[in-house]
């Protein structure tokens, strides 16, 4: 009997549960579609904060003072002053080759010379005393005579000179001072090649960051502005240093436009900082400190106008601002709206 009711009273009241129902339904879709809403809708609370625009770039340590050295011709290396890991002065020696043979060329051109000097000053002798007779003939000849000797004398000069150069060159010294960081040869006694024995030297004192930038970003920089340094071996340390010199021409070798900067390190006494080392140096180009700001996304543009879309008093408004300083995604708002309005974002 109790079913049988049930049953009767769903019949007779069958409309009732239909609107219950649809209610629940209407309620459901409304709050997917509420939730559907919120989701595209981004929101931010505007607030001060401080923007710098920092110009990041890449780059290496290199050297002012770094010199490859080698002999200007082959022989046998008879003596090495400086193995890797000297600290060599300027002008201090490193190596030499055989110069017995050079010596004796030396003296042989001075014998030459003696005697061409020898002959010279006779035919001077011979061209005055003819000089004052007065057959032309003769004085003719005696003249031709003394040039010829001339030319004789000032070709062994020349190989006197020229003699005392390849000794010269048969030692090999450091204009810089610095470490050796690459010898070829270590052992004397060898027949070397110029491009066989090599003597590399680097002034550790004289160490730059050299770093390239593009043809967008070298009109940004300035002669003496200064950046900081942070190397991939030392990333915990920020080296201050002055841009001292911008390359008025592209760097050769490098893929696309781009040009060489080069940024002044201080003296290393410990030589942590090592040739070659990479990294990244950055330049703070504007700075502002306390500013109200905004992400790039909350700002529209119309025309030549901006404006962002704030929250007030549970309804949205339009309003236009004026902008300043952009960086990373923020936007300095110089007017228009204040800080603590909230802004909105419909997200696509």
């Known amino acids: 009997?109790?079913?049988?009711?049930?049953?009767?009273?769903?019949?007779?009241?069958?409309?009732?549960?239909?609107?219950?129902?649809?209610?629940?339904?209407?309620?459901?879709?409304?709050?997917?579609?509420?939730?559907?809403?919120?989701?595209?809708?981004?929101?931010?609370?505007?607030?001060?904060?401080?923007?710098?625009?920092?110009?990041?770039?890449?780059?290496?340590?290199?050297?002012?003072?770094?010199?490859?050295?080698?002999?200007?011709?082959?022989?046998?290396?008879?003596?090495?002053?400086?193995?890797v890991g000297d600290v060599v002065k300027k002008y201090q020696g490193i190596a030499s080759l055989d110069t017995r043979d050079l010596k004796m060329r030396l003296q042989k051109n001075l014998n030459s010379f003696a005697s061409q000097r020898g002959t010279f000053d006779q035919s001077r002798d011979d061209n005055q005393r003819?000089?004052?007779?007065?057959?032309?003939?003769?004085?003719?000849?005696?003249?031709?005579?003394?040039?010829?000797?001339?030319?004789?004398?000032?070709?062994?000069?020349?190989?006197?000179?020229?003699s005392d150069l390849a000794l010269e060159y048969s030692y090999l010294y450091t204009p810089i001072a610095g470490v050796v960081v690459r010898a070829d040869v270590t052992n004397p006694g060898t027949n070397i090649t110029p491009a066989g024995a090599e003597f590399e030297i680097i002034n550790p004192d004289t160490l730059y960051f050299s770093f390239i930038a593009d043809q967008t970003e070298v009109i940004r920089l300035k002669e003496g502005i200064r950046g900081e340094i942070l190397l991939d071996s030392y990333p915990d340390d920020k080296i201050k240093g002055e841009l001292y010199y911008i390359s008025y021409i592209p760097k050769a070798g490098e893929t696309g436009t781009v040009y060489e900067g080069r940024i002044k390190m201080p003296v290393d006494q410990e030589m942590k900082y090592r040739f070659g080392m990479t990294g990244d140096t950055e330049f703070v180009m504007g700075e502002k400190n306390n500013v109200i700001a905004a992400p790039d996304k909350f700002i529209k543009a119309e025309g030549d106008k901006k404006y962002v879309m704030r929250l007030h008093d549970g309804k949205e408004e339009k309003v236009y601002i004026k902008t300043g300083l952009e960086v990373d995604g923020n936007v300095e708002i110089l007017s228009g709206i204040e800080e603590g309005n909230v802004i909105l974002s419909v997200q696509k």
């Open 130 to 162: 003819v000089g004052d007779q007065p057959i032309r003939e003769n004085g003719d000849r005696m003249k031709r005579l003394l040039e010829d000797a001339q030319y004789d004398l000032s070709s062994s000069v020349l190989d006197v000179e020229l």
């Open 1 to 83: 009997m109790k079913l049988k009711s049930v049953f009767f009273v769903i019949k007779k009241r069958w409309y009732v549960f239909v609107i219950i129902a649809a209610g629940v339904g209407i309620f459901l879709y409304q709050q997917q579609s509420t939730k559907a809403q919120v989701a595209k809708l981004a929101t931010y609370t505007v607030k001060r904060q401080d923007l710098q625009d920092i110009l990041t770039l890449s780059g290496q340590v290199a050297a002012d003072d770094h010199v490859v050295l080698r002999f200007q011709s082959s022989g046998k290396l008879t003596w090495v002053g400086a193995k």
